[in-house]
C-alpha cells in the first residue's frame, strides 16, 4: 500500500499542488499503530486530481475524489469551507479552500484536525505554527506536523473534544453527536467536559439523521471491543432514548426477586449480555443488545414479589422489526436479527424430543442454530452467571448435532412427490405437499421411519 501511496504524493508534487495526510491516519502515526487507511487532502481541484490519476472516480459535491490502487482505495479531498446547514447534516455551500488550515477548520474534533503536509525534502512549511516532523522510511519527503488546535494534546490526553465552538459543530451536522461516542468508545477516551454538555444539550438533533447514517455509527460502536461503554455513554448523553428508545426505558425496569438469578436491572443486563457475547458477527452482537427489550413492554409482578416476564420473546420480535425498519437494514440481517431475539426464549431440559429440537431448528433457522448459541452465552453471563455453558446447554448442543444428522426436511424423506401421485393417482397440486408433510411428522417421531418400504406401505394405506 505505501508504495501506491507514494506514487499518489509524488504526482500530486510533481504537478505543483499541496498535499498533506489527515484523519484516521494521523492518529495511528502519533500512536505508533499501523495505519489501516490512508486519508489525503490537496489544494488540487477534483477535476485536476482525476487528470492525474486513471483510476479514480468523482460522484459527490464535497471535493472527495477516490484513487484505486491494488488493495485499497485512497480518498483525496480538496481543501474546503462549508457553510451554513439547513438540513443538521450536509453543507449548503462548499467553497474551495486555498489552505491547509482552512480545511482542518471545518473538521469535527481536534483528533480529526492534525494534518502531515508532505514537502520536497529539505523543505518545511514555513509556519511558525507548525514543528518538523519525521520521515516515515516509506515516505520520502519531509513531513511537517500541523496542528491548529492542539489535537496532539488531547490525543496523549484520550480527550475527544470539538474543534471550536461545540453547538456549533453538533447543530452543522448531528451526526458528529453519535461519532464522538464511537471514536471515545473505539479509541478508549474520554468526551471533555464542555462537548459532553452540548451533546446532552443538542442529543434531540440526532432524530434529523438518516436510519442508515445512524445505524453505521451504532453498528461501528457494537463492533468494539468496548461496546458495552459506548452503549452505555449513548444512554448517559441521552442519544439511546434517540435512537433506541425501546433500549433505553429497559434501565428503568428491575429484576432482582425471589426465584429469579438476575442482578441487573433489564438495560443493564442487555449490555452486560453485549459484552459478553462471543459471536464477532454484526447483527448477532445487535441481537445480543435487543434481547429482552420486550421485557419492558410485559413487565409484572406476582404477589409473592416474584416478577414476570411472559411473552417478553414475542412483544420483543415485533419490537426488533419496528426497530430493524427505523435504521434499514437489509432484509437478511432484519429476518436473522428477528428470529435470533424472537426465539431466544428456548428450553435446554435434559429431556428435550427430536421433534422439539426440530421445532427450534426450524424457528431459529438453520444457518442460525450457532449464533444462537453465542447470544445465549452472552445471555447468561450477562445476567451475572459465572460459567458460559451450563450442563444442560452443552447437553442441548450434543443433542442438536446428533438431530442434524438425521433427516430434517421434507426433501430428506425416503419418498418423493412423484411417488404420492402414483400410488394415489393424483395430479400435481398442494395435496401432495400436505400428504409429504404427514409422512414428514411421522418420520419426526421415529426416524426409523424414513424408509421407503414403511412410507410406501402407508401410502397404499391412505389409497383404501
Known sequence: MEKALVKILKSLIDAGFEVAIVGGAVRDILSKNEVSDWDLTTNARPDEILKLFRNSFYNNRFGTVGIKTDDKIVEVTTYRKEFKYSDSRHPDTVVWGKTLEEDLARRDFTINAIAIKIGF???????????????????????????????????????????????SRFSED????????????????????????????????????????????????????????????????GLLAQILPELDVCFEVPQKSPKRHHIY???????????????????????TLLHDIGKAKVANITEEGVRTFYNHDVAGGRQALDIAKRLNLS????????????????????????????????????????????????????????????????????????VL????????????????????????????????????????????????????????????
Not at 515516505?139 to 494534546?153: A, C, E, F, K, N
Open 265 to 287: 436491572d433489564v438495560g443493564t443486563h442487555c449490555v452486560m449480555s453485549l459484552k459478553y457475547c462471543p459471536s464477532k458477527k454484526t447483527i448477532v452482537r445487535f441481537a
Open 174 to 237: 448531528a451526526l458528529r453527536l453519535l461519532r464522538a461516542v464511537r471514536f471515545a468508545a473505539t479509541l478508549g477516551f474520554e468526551i471533555e467536559k464542555e462537548t459532553c454538555a452540548a451533546i446532552i444539550k443538542n442529543a434531540k438533533l440526532i432524530g434529523k439523521i438518516s436510519g442508515e447514517r445512524v445505524r453505521d455509527e451504532l453498528f461501528k460502536i457494537i463492533d468494539s471491543d468496548r461496546s458495552a461503554d459506548g452503549i452505555l455513554l449513548l444512554k448517559e448523553v
Open 331 to 402: 432484509r437478511a440481517d432484519r429476518e436473522k436479527n428477528f428470529k435470533l431475539v424472537r426465539w431466544h426464549q428456548f428450553s435446554v431440559g435434559e429431556n428435550q424430543t427430536d421433534k422439539a429440537l426440530r421445532r427450534f431448528i426450524r424457528n431459529v433457522g438453520l444457518e442460525n442454530v450457532e449464533d444462537m448459541m453465542d447470544l445465549r452465552i452472552g445471555d447468561r453471563l450477562g445476567g451475572g452467571l459465572q460459567q458460559p455453558q451450563s450442563w444442560r446447554l452443552k447437553l442441548y448442543r450434543q443433542r442438536l448435532r446428533e
Open 121 to 167: 525534502r529539505g523543505k518545511g512549511s514555513g509556519s511558525s505554527q507548525n514543528k518538523q516532523f519525521y520521515t516515515l522510511s516509506s515516505i520520502p519527503y519531509t513531513l511537517t506536523l500541523v496542528d491548529p488546535y492542539s489535537g496532539q494534546s488531547d490525543l496523549k490526553a484520550k480527550l475527544i473534544r470539538t474543534v471550536g465552538d461545540a453547538d
Open 405 to 464: 444428522k438425521k433427516p430434517f426436511t421434507v426433501a430428506d424423506l425416503k419418498v418423493n412427490g412423484h411417488d404420492v401421485m402414483k400410488i394415489l393417482n393424483l395430479k400435481p397440486g398442494p395435496k401432495i405437499g400436505k400428504i409429504l408433510n404427514e409422512l414428514f411428522e411421522e418420520v419426526m417421531e421415529d426416524s426409523k421411519k424414513n424408509n421407503p418400504e414403511y412410507l410406501l406401505n402407508r401410502l397404499r394405506e391412505m389409497k383404501k
